[in-house]
């Protein structure tokens, strides 16, 4: 019995096929801009002003309260801390020193590192009466109206 080259051949075409599918694939993979830890980034926020407070929402997940700084000064509101790189959670039996040279990072879009945000204020607020709260991740900031406080 004689084997014809035709089903080699056949066979090598579709591994090279194989082959350009997982080339494919791998080159589809989104390398995201990866964050300089030396930068300052801003939060997002959402600003309200409300009938008898001026309320400000802002997306900081994962940041610890005692690493956020607020201080009000000449009509404006800064918000300073920082936050560290999130990276997978250590577990019983997880060596982090082995486990981090063979982790490959394949996108790292969340911010991290020393943030700031300065919000301009109007003028009818109680600065001295500014609260915060924490609530999945935002951290709110209520200043009352000076006429409704």
Not at 19 to 40: C, N, W
Not at 83 to 108: C, F, H, I, N, Q
Not at 114 to 135: A, H, K, M, Y
């Amino acid at each position: 019995m004689r084997v014809s080259r035709k089903i080699p051949t056949i066979r090598l075409r579709q591994l090279e096929g194989q082959l350009g599918e997982v080339a494919y694939q791998i080159t589809k993979i989104h390398f995201s801009g990866f964050h300089r830890p030396d930068v300052v980034w801003h939060p997002a926020i959402n600003v309200f002003l409300c009938e008898c407070y001026f309320r400000i929402s802002v997306e900081l997940a994962g940041v610890e309260p005692e690493e956020v700084e607020i201080a009000v000064a000449s009509g404006h509101l800064w918000i300073r801390g920082y936050r560290d790189a999130p990276e997978p959670p250590a577990t019983e039996g997880y060596d982090p020193v082995l486990s981090r040279k063979s982790m490959r990072v394949l996108a790292m879009e969340i911010d991290y590192g020393r943030f700031e945000r300065e919000i301009g204020l109007p003028p009818d607020l109680v600065l001295d009466r500014t609260s915060t709260e924490w609530s999945n991740g935002l951290l709110w900031i209520s200043i009352p109206r000076r006429a409704l406080a």
